[in-house]
């Protein structure tokens, strides 16, 4: 009998993680994934909570994890989820974040384009089917919502899914905020499935009070801290000038892959047409944009090596936040000040100056709901069972305001 090929991984979070089967560890062992390990779960996030250095690669190899214990609390309830159905919903699962570039988001709002990392992902899952020949067309269903089996796409990609389940665990434990820590594994016990959805015992009520709560939490601690606002911004500006010298024929790096983007505007069309489009995508990681942000910090153009001080010295600028609109004549004064402080920038004071708008979605009314499974087996929606979420508001969304400036403005 053919021995089932099988990986240990000790997580820090989960524990012990068994690995089972051939095509999960092949999509482990491929290039495209083992990138991931050089992708940043928080981008610069570790500028605060300085133990935030996790990676994607952990983030996906965890979410996997509560994949398999999601699929065996559902088939110990009575639920037919066939071994290539479990697999599937594996390497899904596995897959969802593979289409991240580098820190994140950062490319995604500078020199990429209007692409986003789900529709990469969807692209570079194509690319690794083709390679496994052929394996992984039920995972690519499962992903894409089109397999017959919702509640499968619903643990992926949902309200209460556990890709949201991992990070959460994942980025508390790495960044120090308690506040994130939630029951995975109460939630996944008390986790049923009526007419092909999620359903959650009535039991678990709190237990996903719990998770939403931290996740509100996480978004304004860790996630839209206001520092870590203004360094995610930074690079995004960083990148946005030096595509700008790029159209002026400026020299920038040695990078093939960086340069690729740099110096070509790529559009949605080009990366879903153009196979070299993904081909140098996949090539980019964290550690191509920290070399180039470190080479220029000595470029001669002083706004971009400026902006790539403060990050390489963590001189942010000063982020403030508010619950209402900034008001635009502060905005143009603060702007005015930048010619005498920072007389180099003063053609650019968009980079230096800037204001917008963050948002905080705990629960989405409009959305998939939450539903839990009453003790007369009946179906009510989280608002209804949930004291908290009843007087929630409709839209279920909070909003800051920041407003970013050089600190010698202030």
């Not at 068994?18 to 092949?26: A, E």
């Not at 596995?94 to 820190?103: A, K, R």
């Not at 000038?241 to 505007?265: C, H, T, W």
Request: aromatic share 10%.
């Amino acid at each position: 009998m053919r021995k089932t090929a099988k990986k240990i991984i000790n997580d820090p979070v989960h524990g012990f993680i068994t690995i089972s089967g051939q095509v999960l560890l092949d999509i482990i062992q491929h290039p495209y994934f083992q990138r991931l390990r050089r992708i940043s779960q928080l981008g610069l996030t570790h500028l605060v909570y300085p133990g935030a250095m996790h990676t994607r690669f952990q983030h996906a190899i965890g979410a996997m994890f509560l994949m398999d214990e999601a699929l065996k609390n559902l088939r110990e309830r009575g639920h037919n989820i066939g071994k290539w159905e479990a697999e599937g919903a594996k390497a899904a699962i596995l897959l969802h974040d593979i289409g991240h570039g580098p820190f994140s988001h950062a490319l995604e709002n500078s020199i990429v384009g209007s692409v986003s990392h789900e529709e990469i992902s969807r692209m570079i899952m194509w690319e690794i089917n083709e390679h496994l020949e052929g394996k992984l067309y039920m995972a690519l269903e499962i992903f894409n919502g089109t397999y017959e089996k919702k509640f499968l796409t619903q643990l992926i990609s949902s309200q209460l899914d556990v890709d949201r389940m991992d990070y959460l665990r994942r980025d508390s434990f790495y960044t120090g905020v308690s506040e994130g820590v939630i029951g995975t594994q109460r939630i996944l016990k008390m986790l049923d499935v009526r007419d092909d959805s999620l359903v959650v015992e009535e039991k678990g009520i709190y237990s996903i009070d719990n998770f939403l709560n931290s996740r509100r939490i996480m978004y304004w601690q860790v996630y839209l801290h206001k520092t870590v606002l203004s360094a995610e911004f930074t690079l995004i500006n960083i990148l946005k000038r030096a595509k700008e010298l790029s159209k002026r024929g400026e020299d920038l790096s040695d990078n093939e892959a960086l340069n690729f983007f740099l110096y070509n505007d790529i559009s949605r069309h080009d990366f879903k047409h153009e196979e070299e489009c993904l081909e140098m995508f996949v090539q980019l990681d964290d550690f191509d944009i920290l070399s180039a942000v470190k080479k220029w910090t000595r470029h001669p153009d002083p706004v971009l090596s400026d902006l790539c001080s403060r990050i390489t010295d963590r001189r942010l600028l000063k982020t403030e936040l508010s619950n209402t609109p900034f008001d635009e004549g502060r905005v143009q004064e603060l702007r005015e000040k930048l010619k005498q402080t920072l007389p180099f920038a003063a053609d650019t004071p968009e980079y230096y100056v800037f204001t917008g708008k963050s948002s905080n979605n705990s629960y989405d009314f409009t959305r998939d709901n939450i539903n839990f499974r009453m003790k007369d087996g009946s179906i009510k929606e989280l608002s209804d069972v949930s004291d908290q979420w009843k007087a929630a508001s409709p839209a279920g969304i909070t909003e800051k305001y920041y407003l970013c400036y050089p600190k010698s403005l202030k």
